[in-house]
């Protein structure tokens, strides 16, 4: 980089000041047009700058030595403004993706709420915490989940919880289609959920409803059972006559897997 710019600089000729707008030859920022070179058309530190020739005082001035001092000063100045404007991006980066972050799991979440899918909502939940940690720093898990339930009823206009019992089967529901699937699938209720993210215990009424569910959903599994053996008579009359043994069997084994993989809180 040459050094004595300086010199060239009486009698109103250029002026190299990085901060545009305050020395002779003014360009913007970055946003300069290349089409409009050559020299004194616009768009570049040459433009409206005087021909070095005639400078008072100086003799033997060479243009081709001072236009490439300009041309480094203007590759300078570009690569300036790019790395400036890539700081201001990360910045803006740095301030503003974690809460975007924290928009995107909150959406993330509600969205397995409105569809009732239960067993992942702990896993969705769980991200929205880590990306509301992100934004915020270190802080305690309860101060973290409590600005986590904040944040989710300004993003959403509703409380986590109301969103959760509104969305959720009752559990008497839940029972059922918990051992309709022999514990495989609907594992967690919505007040597991509302348990396990607040903090608080299962209400005891949700609890012998939970229950009540599976015993009917055992007694469904086990009369669909009895009523298929039963009709399987012709076929297979030894069948047949084991048809209650059957019945009671398959709703003990749907009953047995529904409580072993359920939620030890219901």
């Given at each position: 980089m040459v050094d004595n710019v300086g010199a060239i600089q009486p009698n109103g000729?250029?002026?190299?000041?990085?901060?545009?707008?305050?020395g002779y030859c003014d360009f913007d920022s970055i946003d300069m047009d290349y089409s409009m070179?050559?020299?004194?058309?616009?768009?570049?530190?040459?433009?409206?700058?005087?021909?070095?020739?005639?400078?008072?005082?100086?003799?033997?001035t060479n243009p081709s030595s001072y236009f490439?001092?300009?041309?480094?000063?203007?590759?300078?100045?570009?690569?300036?403004?790019i790395e400036q404007q890539r700081m201001q991006?990360?910045?803006?980066?740095?301030?503003n993706g974690s809460m975007e972050s924290i928009e995107e799991c909150?959406?993330?979440?509600?969205?397995?709420?409105?569809?009732?899918?239960?067993?992942?909502i702990n896993e969705a939940y769980q991200k929205y915490i880590e990306a509301v940690r992100r934004a915020y720093g270190d802080g305690n898990d309860?101060?973290?989940?409590?600005?986590?339930?904040?944040?989710?009823?300004r993003l959403t206009g509703q409380s986590l919880v109301q969103d959760l019992r509104n969305n959720g089967h009752s559990s008497f529901l839940q029972g059922i289609y918990?051992?309709?699937?022999f514990g495989l699938f609907s594992q967690k209720s919505a007040e597991d959920n509302i348990a396990e993210i607040t903090g608080q215990t299962v209400h005891q009424g949700e609890k012998i409803e939970q229950n009540a569910g599976r015993l009917a959903g055992a007694g469904i599994l086990g009369t669909a059972a009895y009523a298929l053996a039963k009709h399987c008579s012709s076929?297979?009359?030894?069948?047949?006559?084991?048809?209650?043994?059957?019945?009671?069997?398959?709703?003990g084994l749907a009953a047995g897997l529904t409580f072993i993989t359920g939620k030890i809180t219901t």
């Open positions: 000729m250029f002026q190299y000041m990085p901060a545009s707008g305050l070179y050559p020299i004194g058309m616009g768009g570049s530190i040459f433009s409206g700058c005087g021909m070095p020739y005639m400078i008072p005082g100086m003799t033997g490439e001092q300009m041309k480094q000063y203007q590759k300078f100045y570009n690569e300036y403004n991006r990360n910045a803006d980066l740095q301030l909150a959406q993330n979440l509600k969205d397995k709420i409105a569809h009732n899918e239960q067993d992942q309860e101060d973290i989940n409590s600005r986590a339930m904040s944040m989710y009823r918990q051992t309709l699937t076929i297979a009359p030894k069948l047949a006559k084991k048809a209650p043994l059957i019945g009671w069997a398959v709703a």
